[in-house]
């Protein structure tokens, strides 16, 4: 069974620049969510998805930060306008809530450096 | 303890040591999650514990959860090099928001 993938694995901009975070989860996981792992911390929740429909993106900052996952599969996050406290490993993560698995499943990443 | 602190803390041990990490969650829950993080990983979940459960095992991993001092721990038996990691815990309080604490930095030495 394939993991989690993300893509790309590090992205390095200036501030005010765009970028694009893209996740395929797991073949039938329903549930998908988006973390920011600033460094030395743990993972903070930005967005999570039921199929396609937005359950909760009240941590994410509605400004600059967007994310989609149009057919309930892949998933994309976007940031707008970067800044540097934007500098984080971003992380993507899939689960099957309708077993009530409880397990999140992440895939490995996307280290974003803001210059 | 993990939640509550911003940074992750860190612990170094000698192999062959036991080691215990602990954390603390803010209301009540009914399950906590233990995650491992390597080094350029996504975190993993390694153990599982629910309410009902008080002490759970796997392999060298013993994980407890006292509900009435809202605190968890993960105690790993003769730790080996191959266990360092970060470790977190994390809950849902009983919703499907996984909210993970700060984690612990472990260095196993040999």
């Known amino acids: 069974e394939a993991g989690v993938t993300q893509s790309p694995r590090y992205a390095v901009l200036q501030e005010g620049q765009a970028v694009s975070f893209w996740c395929d989860p797991i073949?039938?996981?329903?549930?998908l969510y988006w973390y920011q792992q600033p460094r030395d911390q743990g993972p903070q929740l930005l967005v999570y998805?039921?199929?396609?429909?937005?359950?909760?993106n009240s941590q994410l900052p509605s400004d600059r930060f967007s994310a989609v996952r149009p057919k309930g599969t892949n998933s994309t996050l976007k940031i707008q306008s970067a800044k540097q406290g934007d500098t984080a490993t971003y992380l993507c993560?899939?689960?099957?809530?309708?077993?009530?698995?409880?397990?999140?499943?992440f895939g490995s990443g996307t280290r974003l450096t803001v210059l | 303890s993990q939640w509550g602190e911003e940074n992750l803390q860190a612990l170094s041990i000698q192999e062959g040591e036991d080691v215990t990490m602990n954390c603390s969650y803010k209301?009540?829950?009914?399950?906590v999650h233990w995650y491992r993080q390597d080094s350029g990983r996504g975190p993993a979940l390694i153990i599982l514990?629910?309410?009902?459960?008080r002490e759970k095992r796997s392999g060298r991993l013993r994980a407890t959860l006292d509900t009435s001092s809202q605190s968890s721990s993960l105690s790993i038996t003769a730790a080996q090099c191959e266990d360092t990691a970060v470790y977190f815990c994390?809950?849902?309080?009983?919703?499907?928001?996984?909210?993970f604490g700060a984690g612990t930095k472990l260095t196993i030495k040999p």
């Open positions: 993560a899939s689960s099957f809530w309708g077993a009530r698995a409880e397990t999140l499943y």
């Open positions: 073949s039938g996981h329903d549930t």
């Open positions: 998805f039921r199929d396609e429909a937005v359950i909760d």
């Open positions: 209301t009540y829950t009914t399950v």
């Open positions: 514990i629910r309410s009902n459960e």
């Open positions: 994390a809950t849902d309080y009983g919703n499907e928001k996984i909210t």
